[in-house]
């Protein structure tokens, strides 16, 4: 198989299962969306009608005015095309289609900061700030985690080395959120440094906003990359400890060059293909943001807005933001697939 | 590599050892609570009226053996000496309740619970002899007339408004100046304002019933070895029953999901072809699913049922496990032994469950400790955002309730740290007994 057909084969696969994801989705919540919107349908027409009384007063008996409601009712479900059960193809075709077309429709419950309750709107307003607390996390994790694991691999059974694995394996087993709700108490109740939530109270417009954001920034960020890094590092050093075995680290080591040139040179450059592909999905992966950990530090990003959505079952939003997450990280599988092709001849060659 | 090796080498791993030694900690643990500590403790967990006579958010009774000053402790005093006089024309309840207050603040708010079978209308008296021998009548009063004979139940406050002034008035019995007109500051105070430590007599005395149970509870600041939260629960109780809770989950849910991972996976490795292809599709579909998010629109969509949640914890955990055991059975499967099995025409469920499941079968146990953790971890966290079963309390949910009480910025750090820390050692025992598992069964990662 050439390279080229693979990732075309890879492609149709991922985009199935993008379809497949968006199915669950919607079979998962599709009947109390339908139970939702009716029930909205049925409290605006009867709030229309009170405040029109000249309807009222055109209907001899109650009788004819409940008729008149249950008409109303019907038509206006219908024009929503809840005539039809909500599992009938045609429906879940065209929300499908909709959604396809990056058409999210109307939340339910939810706005934007600015009003709007465009699902487009309310996810593009939410996911700068995941990327600006996650994906900056996520790239110091990165950073921390490769520099410390080259090191730790390089070396195994050395100090730094046992250091980082315990450090590693300990960390792991803490929930990141408790962790977070510890550092509250620590630096916000304790030592009072750093606030408590991590929402700064000034208007955007303030031209001090910057500074305010980064500094309710900072116990998060602290928090996330406490407890992360030792993961990355344990995960490169056990990618190091193999390559650092190879031969031709050994012929480097005896020809005399520095170690932190093989280091660093040449064995991290042979151990990046599986450390690309697990920095474009954890990159991907933090675009999701973090449910618990953003309602712990109360972070108004993707993660609250899908903890949010889903407590006030806003459908549309809940919908829409699967969606978004699951294309990135699809994409961000794919990109993986083509950067580990193009990094490791292996599989270039077939 | 056979079991006996297995255990020789584990044996020898000092880390599984460690894991072991924690995870029959929690074992026993957990045993002791299920015994000890009365399962209808545990399911009135979320029932506020069966906490009331705890104190609210008090501190774990240790603080008191680390630092220097005393806090008051809250004490349930239930059973008092009791005395029936039984006179011709009337009958006298008197009890008689010991404390020996050694604390160096005042105590927080008393109060009295009483029951009584009477009729007519007797008289109720409470007094209190201090450790210096002061005697005070803090109240007289007498029960609702009833002409029949009639059950009656009560409770009497220390900051009853009668109390106050009759303490009031016998301020002069106390040698020396008195400033608070709170009741139990002037009830426990010395010459300096301050509290008087020794032993207190509360008298409780009834005219005109034979019959009259009371229970005095005086207010504390700190309870059990965990404390209390603020809706007044024993924290105690919640991180003991919480553990046999989250070892059941973790357990259940990484043996269903490695199991049926590992069925899964060897099957399509075994059979290849199309059914492995359109098998691992299934995979990568449940790959790509935002597990989370899932998760939360399942239990809220469905109920909160934490057997529910367990079979949804499966759901998503199987992925890995069936990925990394169709390679091995890929492998397995081009041996000699599989070929012979073949040849004498054995048919494939024997074939895998009889020679391909038992080589992967240290894999699988090494997975299975993995994946606890995740397990109990994902559950507290899905309970932490409020999703969890009510009637089976968890640690998430004893955190959930600390969020949402504010406990972190309020400083309540009991409430806070026992369930992390507890949620944290589980999955540090599994972590230690799987990881050295697996550096005993994966010679790649022996060195």
């Known amino acids: ?350 | 590599m056979d079991y006996t090796d297995i255990k020789s080498s584990f044996r020898k791993n000092k880390i599984g050892l460690v894991g072991i030694g924690i995870l029959a900690c929690l074992i026993i643990a957990s045993i002791i609570t299920a015994s000890i500590i009365p399962v209808d403790t545990y399911q009135q967990w979320n029932n506020p009226a069966s906490w009331t006579e705890l104190p609210k958010s008090a501190q774990p009774i240790w603080i008191n053996w680390i630092s220097e000053k005393k806090m008051p402790e809250h004490q349930i005093l239930e059973a008092p000496q009791t005395i029936l006089k039984k006179g011709s024309s009337e009958s006298i309840v008197i009890q008689r309740f010991q404390v020996n207050y050694d604390s160096d603040y005042f105590p927080g708010e008393f109060l009295l619970n009483y029951k009584s079978t009477y009729s007519g209308s007797p008289v109720l008296q409470i007094s209190i002899v201090r450790p210096d021998n002061i005697t005070l009548e803090l109240l007289s009063s007498s029960l609702p007339y009833s002409e029949q004979k009639t059950y009656y139940t009560d409770k009497i406050f220390s900051t009853n408004e009668s109390i106050r002034k009759n303490l009031k008035l016998q301020l002069d019995k106390f040698p020396y100046q008195i400033e608070s007109t709170n009741a139990k500051e002037i009830i426990f105070a010395d010459k300096n304002n301050q509290v008087l430590k020794g032993n207190y007599e509360f008298i409780i005395t009834v005219h005109g019933t034979d019959m009259i149970d009371s229970k005095l509870i005086l207010g504390g600041k700190v309870f059990g070895l965990a404390g209390t939260d603020e809706l007044r629960r024993d924290l105690a109780i919640g991180l003991l029953w919480g553990t046999p809770v989250a070892l059941f989950i973790g357990v259940i849910v990484a043996i269903g999901s490695v199991v049926s991972g590992l069925v899964f996976g060897v099957y399509a490795g075994y059979k290849g072809g199309r059914t492995d292809e359109s098998m691992m599709r299934l995979n990568d579909v449940i790959y790509a699913l935002p597990a989370l998010p899932f998760l939360i629109i399942l239990s809220v969509t469905t109920s909160n049922s934490i057997f529910l949640m367990i079979g949804f914890l499966m759901i998503f955990g199987w992925v890995g496990v069936a990925k990394v055991s169709r390679s091995m059975a890929l492998q397995i499967k081009t041996r000699q032994f599989v070929d012979a099995a073949k040849t004498m025409g054995q048919k494939d469920s024997k074939i895998i469950f009889r020679h391909i499941i038992p080589q992967i079968m240290p894999y699988a146990l090494a997975s299975i400790a993995i994946s606890v953790p995740a397990a109990i971890t994902t559950e507290a966290g899905l309970s932490f955002l409020g999703l969890g079963d009510p009637t089976y309390p968890t640690w998430g949910q004893i955190l959930h309730d600390a969020k949402s009480h504010g406990a972190a910025a309020r400083g309540l750090w009991w409430w806070i740290m026992p369930p992390g820390i507890m949620i944290a050692i589980t999955g540090l025992a599994f972590v230690f007994i799987g990881n050295s598992l697996e550096s005993t069964v994966n010679p790649k990662l022996r060195r």
């Open chain 1, 1 to 350: 198989m050439g390279l080229k057909q693979y990732f075309a084969k890879r492609a149709i696969i991922l985009f199935g299962v993008l379809m497949a994801t968006l199915l669950l989705t919607i079979l998962l919540v599709g009947s109390n969306m339908d139970a939702i919107l009716k029930k909205g349908i049925a409290i605006q027409v009867r709030a229309e009608i009170v405040e029109n009384k000249k309807i009222v007063s055109g209907f001899a008996s109650t009788d004819e005015l409940n008729q008149y409601i249950s008409d109303q009712i019907g038509k206006r479900a219908k024009v929503l095309g809840l005539d039809e059960p909500w599992y009938s193809p045609n429906r879940i075709g065209l929300a499908i289609y909709k959604i396809l077309i990056l058409d999210f429709g109307h939340s339910t419950f939810l706005t934007s900061d600015s009003g709007s309750t465009a699902v487009g709107d309310i996810i593009l307003e939410k996911l700068p700030r995941t990327i600006l607390l996650f994906t900056t996390a996520t790239v110091i994790i990165s950073i921390i985690g490769i520099f410390v694991g080259a090191i730790s691999g390089s070396k195994i059974g050395s100090k730094t080395d046992k250091i980082t694995s315990s450090f590693a394996i300990i960390s792991s087993s803490f929930p990141v959120w408790w962790v977070g709700l510890l550092m509250i108490f620590a630096f916000a109740f304790w030592y009072a440094i750093f606030p408590a939530r991590a929402t700064p109270t000034i208007p955007p417009t303030d031209p001090g906003y910057i500074g305010a954001l980064l500094y309710h920034m900072t116990l998060p960020i602290i928090t996330i990359v406490m407890i992360g890094f030792g993961t990355w590092a344990y995960l490169v050093r056990n990618f190091m400890a193999g390559i650092m075995q190879e031969d031709f680290i050994f012929v480097k080591k005896t020809i005399g060059i520095k170690r932190k040139k093989i280091i660093f040179g040449s064995a991290l450059r042979n151990a990046a293909p599986p450390i690309v592909t697990i920095l474009a999905l954890s990159l991907s992966g933090s675009l999701g943001g973090a449910i618990i950990t953003e309602a712990v530090f109360d972070w108004p990003g993707m993660g609250r807005l899908y903890f949010e959505a889903i407590t006030l079952m806003d459908l549309p939003v809940i919908i829409g933001a699967t969606y978004v997450l699951t294309v990135f990280f699809l994409v961000s599988i794919f990109v993986s697939d083509l950067l580990y092709g193009y990094l490791d001849p292996r599989i270039r060659t077939g």
